[in-house]
């Protein structure tokens, strides 16, 4: 059965320090990793899609990476605006949708 | 990336009515997702909607609580029946793309 397991479940960081969230996953066959971000109220903004282990993206603040067992989503000096929750998702081999974890609630204090 | 319009975005109902939800998107799609997001948890996928067929149940939804519309390539609706408190969640659909998928606003759910 497809697993995926954030952690911390929350953090709290001060303007600039950086930091890593982390998604462990468990599926059958990985046709992809997602992340992405979301706002109180408001629906999951796409950030990115990891495919195969050692792929590395990036956005801005934002860099992702991606093992056979778990992807980082590593915040580089991060600013308030950043605070959000971000969610984790993998689609299975086969799959249309995407099985997601419970998030990292993220707060960047001024 | 195609553009959804959820509506409502949020409302109150009493217990034993059902609301419907709509999702419009600005391009055509094959498929489209229908999540939901209870307090403090993750998403949880309640169904898959492809038009011209009957949408396909995850374990624990049913159509009778959830039935589906997909009359065409850019609409859907959701409908929670005979509502409860515990369905008092986020509703979100969804549909795939190149960039990713891609998520309504949401319909925030509060069953009194």
């Known amino acids: 059965e497809d697993q995926v397991t954030q952690s911390p479940e929350a953090l709290r960081l001060q303007e600039g320090e950086s930091s890593s969230l982390n998604c462990s996953y468990t599926?059958?066959?990985?046709?992809?990793l997602f992340w992405y971000r979301q706002d109180p109220g408001k629906g999951p903004e796409f950030l990115f899609t990891?495919?195969?282990a050692g792929e590395e993206k990036e956005k801005e603040r934002l860099k992702a990476t991606l093992t056979k067992k778990e992807s980082f989503l590593h915040i580089t000096a991060p600013k308030p605006e950043d605070s959000a929750t971000y969610l984790c998702?993998?689609?299975?081999?086969?799959?249309?949708?995407?099985?997601f974890g419970t998030g990292t609630r993220l707060t960047v204090i001024p | 990336s195609a553009v959804i319009s959820q509506k409502p975005s949020r409302d109150i109902c009493q217990r034993g009515t059902s609301l419907t939800i709509q999702c419009q998107v600005d391009?055509?799609?094959?498929?489209m997702f229908w999540y939901r997001q209870q307090p403090g948890q993750s998403l949880t996928l309640i169904a898959t909607?492809?038009?011209?067929?009957?949408?396909?149940?995850e374990s624990g939804f049913v159509i009778d609580k959830f039935p589906i519309s997909r009359p065409n390539l850019t609409f859907s609706t959701l409908t929670v029946s005979n509502m409860s408190p515990e369905d008092s969640s986020i509703y979100l659909c969804?549909?795939?793309?190149?960039?990713?998928?891609?998520f309504g606003s949401g319909t925030r759910l509060t069953v009194v």
């Open positions: 990891l495919y195969s």
């Open positions: 909607a492809n038009q011209g067929s009957e949408a396909t149940y």
């Open positions: 391009s055509q799609v094959t498929m």
């Open positions: 599926v059958s066959g990985l046709r992809g």
């Open positions: 969804s549909l795939g793309g190149l960039d990713g998928y891609t």
């Open positions: 998702a993998v689609q299975a081999t086969g799959a249309n949708n995407l099985f």
